[in-house]
């Protein structure tokens, strides 16, 4: 088979009886696969009653989005894999425009659609707009979104490109290069973990596009709301043990010197704004990340060793400077 889509799912019965017909119907010549997250609700008996096309994998716990990724890939033999979330709905041929991208680039690892919000279907989505970027400090952005700032869609980022990471909301990969370059950091969790994985996609030498002819839209958010600590913690600890993989010795040191100057700063607003929880969060971000990061000496060093002549792949401005600063509130303008 050519393409398998496979959904990751935890507790989300609702989501799929909504946006699972989508994919179905216009997904001709794909599997489609769920993958459950040891779910407590009605999610498989709903899949077997409703939706008998279906394949299912039973996961024997919550393993999160990274692990969870990893141990359903195992079950799919497919050139192409898409990693779909459970809320987005597809539109016709959604699937055709990446597919024949790949077919005739095979230097390209993985490559996502434009994103666009289920809720206004003009306007790009959050978590992955025309395609992600990352920023010389690891401050992830997109071309369509930058910090909170999200652009209406008005065709100006329609040529396909290539981007630093495509989001795990919906990124199709080669199914060989998943395992072959890694495959998802479980120790993750969740967050950052398709930003990590693309990293060494080009660490490796392949290339990530976005193809904007193909279209989804996303409902956004997933289990845990914009400003949750959970997900701030998460975001902070895992932005910074992707840095420490994947940064090239001649950046380590500046580059942790001053997100440490960065993080502080950050701890400084939440207080300043009341917000006690995400000031926690992101010290107890840092201090898990030094804590964890003698683990990740073996990976730092496989992955340096494997990098394509130690280059390096982030952006050469600040976003957060010219954002903040600068001002600067769209892609088109960096």
């Known amino acids: 088979m050519k393409t398998s889509i496979v959904i990751l799912n935890w507790n989300g019965?609702?989501?799929?009886?909504?946006?699972?017909?989508?994919v179905l119907r216009h997904s001709s010549g794909a599997?489609?696969?769920?993958?459950?997250?040891?779910?407590?609700d009605d999610s498989l008996a709903m899949l077997a009653a409703e939706f008998p096309r279906v394949r299912t994998i039973v996961l024997d716990k919550n393993y999160g989005f990274a692990e969870g990724y990893n141990r359903a890939m195992k079950n799919i033999d497919s050139e192409y894999t898409v990693l779909l979330n459970s809320d987005v709905e597809v539109e016709e041929s959604w699937l055709t425009p990446m597919e024949e991208y790949?077919?005739?680039h095979k230097d390209v690892a993985a490559c996502q659609p434009k994103i666009l919000?289920?809720?206004?279907?003009?306007?790009?989505?959050?978590?992955?707009a025309a395609g992600g970027f990352v920023d010389c400090y690891g401050y992830p952005y997109c071309r369509g979104r930058l910090f909170a700032t999200v652009e209406k869609d008005h065709g100006q980022y329609d040529s396909v490109m290539d981007i630093h990471w495509a989001t795990g909301a919906c990124m199709m990969v080669?199914?060989?290069?998943?395992?072959?370059?890694?495959?998802f950091d479980s120790r993750f969790f969740a967050h950052n973990e398709e930003i990590d994985l693309c990293w060494r996609f080009r660490l490796f030498g392949y290339r990530i596009t976005c193809v904007p002819q193909s279209r989804v839209y996303h409902?956004?958010?997933?289990?845990?709301?914009?400003?949750?600590?959970?997900?701030?913690?998460?975001?902070?600890?895992n932005n910074l043990l992707m840095l420490y993989k994947n940064l090239p010795?001649?950046?380590?040191?500046?580059?942790?010197?001053?997100?440490?100057?960065?993080d502080y700063v950050a701890v400084v607003q939440s207080l300043v704004k009341g917000d006690l929880q995400g000031a926690r969060a992101i010290l107890r971000a840092r201090h898990d990340f030094h804590a964890m990061k003698k683990d990740y000496v073996p990976s730092r060093q496989e992955i340096q060793r494997r990098a394509?002549?130690?280059?390096?792949?982030?952006?050469?401005?600040?976003?957060?400077?010219?954002?903040?600063?600068?001002?600067?509130?769209?892609?088109?303008?960096l």
């Not at 080669?174 to 495959?183: K, W």
């Not at 500046?254 to 100057?261: G, K, N, P």
Request: proline residues 4%.
């Open 102 to 104: 790949m077919d005739r």
């Open 219 to 237: 409902v956004g958010g997933g289990t845990l709301p914009q400003g949750n600590p959970r997900k701030v913690y998460l975001n902070f600890r």
């Open 31 to 40: 599997e489609v696969v769920v993958a459950d997250n040891a779910s407590s």
């Open 308 to 333: 394509a002549n130690g280059c390096r792949l982030t952006s050469p401005c600040s976003v957060l400077f010219r954002y903040f600063i600068v001002r600067k509130r769209y892609f088109s303008q």
């Open 174 to 183: 080669r199914t060989r290069l998943f395992y072959s370059c890694g495959a």
């Open 13 to 22: 019965s609702e989501m799929m009886r909504r946006f699972l017909p989508s």
């Open 117 to 128: 919000s289920y809720a206004e279907n003009t306007q790009f989505e959050y978590s992955g």
């Open 249 to 262: 010795d001649s950046d380590l040191r500046r580059v942790m010197a001053i997100r440490l100057v960065l």
